[in-house]
């Protein structure tokens, strides 16, 4: 395993500039699984698979989402529904309490959501979600659509 800064995927590179940001020749040989919707996982409780509709219809829009994708949105959309439960608790009980001997506690929820908050921003930097992360990506806007080829695309199966 190679030392030193990650290898940055082509497609990211694409978005920053192109190979003449990076003065560095093209990676033709890396692999481009194809830009596909993933499934939401069953497991995923209300909250999350509310994230995940919201998440990853915006990632699609830029090209970013692939079915590869698919754990790593789960863990990030998972630790969304933990961080928005954990708070609201947190919120509801206060964040200090006081323990049995009368000294006071910070609310063990206070730390739960920290926790998740952390996993959610490990996974939405590796999905492009933060600012600083897709701080230098170029996305062209999309050409609107006519209606006739709207309508094809619906009847071969696409999605509008």
């Not at 990853?56 to 698919?70: P, S």
């Not at 964040?95 to 006071?104: I, L, R, W």
């Not at 609310?107 to 930097?125: G, I, S, T, W």
């Amino acid at each position: 395993m190679a030392k030193g800064r990650k290898t940055i995927p082509s497609k990211i590179i694409e978005l920053r500039g192109g190979t003449t940001h990076t003065h560095r020749p093209p990676r033709n040989d890396e692999p481009e699984p194809p830009e596909r919707m993933p499934s939401c996982p069953r497991h995923l409780d209300k909250e999350a698979r509310k994230e995940w509709r919201r998440t990853a219809k915006i990632l699609k829009q830029i090209g970013l989402l692939t079915e590869l994708d698919r754990a790593v949105l789960t863990g990030y959309c998972q630790s969304w529904s933990e961080y928005v439960s954990a708070t609201l608790e947190a919120q509801r009980m206060g964040s200090v309490y006081k323990k049995s001997d009368g000294t006071p506690g910070i609310n063990p929820y206070v730390r739960l959501a920290r926790e998740a908050y952390d996993r959610m921003m490990k996974a939405a930097v590796l999905l492009g979600l933060s600012p600083s992360s897709r701080a230098g990506l170029k996305v062209e806007k999309p050409k609107p659509q006519s209606k006739a080829a709207a309508f094809r695309e619906r009847k071969k199966g696409g999605v509008k």
